[in-house]
């Protein structure tokens, strides 16, 4: 079966730090991109972050650049975000996504976490 499962939301202050992680099955790990993206209420689901195979190529939206680094641990098929300087817009429900390639769009991705909620106070 192919899971996703996200872990590490939670309450912060601003300015503060969380990790997420996302603990995938063989099949949506091996041998592709992972990402993070996250979704507001009433908001368009928003792309984060992205990291190939080999973790050669990662890419940042601008509003996370020099805040957020995604990594991942290959031999514990699991991906993370590392999330410093949070600010209240960072609330979001946060999901892990499994594609072919790395891209910045939903649909280029096929396997999905169910998110984890991840809220910043001021």
């Given amino acids: 079966q192919v899971q996703l499962v996200e872990s590490g ?5 601003a300015g503060g730090s969380l990790r997420l992680s ?7 790990f091996r041998w592709r991109a992972m990402a993070w993206f996250r979704q507001a209420p009433g908001k368009e689901r928003e792309f984060v972050s992205t990291i ?3 973790g050669g190529t ?7 650049k020099g805040r957020f680094t995604i990594s991942r641990d ?3 098929n699991t991906v ?27 649909w280029e991705y096929d396997y999905w976490g169910q998110g984890t909620q991840v809220t910043v106070s001021s």
């Avoid at 996302?22 to 949506?28: D, I, L, P, Q």
């Avoid at 990662?58 to 996370?64: A, F, K, N, R």
């Avoid at 993370?80 to 892990?96: F, G, I, R």
């Fill in 74 to 76: 290959n031999a514990k």
């Fill in 22 to 28: 996302c603990a995938a099955s063989g099949e949506a």
């Fill in 9 to 13: 939301g939670g309450l912060v202050q």
């Fill in 52 to 54: 190939s195979w080999s």
């Fill in 80 to 106: 993370y975000l590392q999330m410093n300087s949070l600010k209240p817009e960072d609330t979001a429900v946060y999901y892990c996504a499994s594609g072919a390639k790395v891209g910045v769009h939903p």
């Fill in 58 to 64: 990662t890419y940042h939206t601008d509003s996370v």
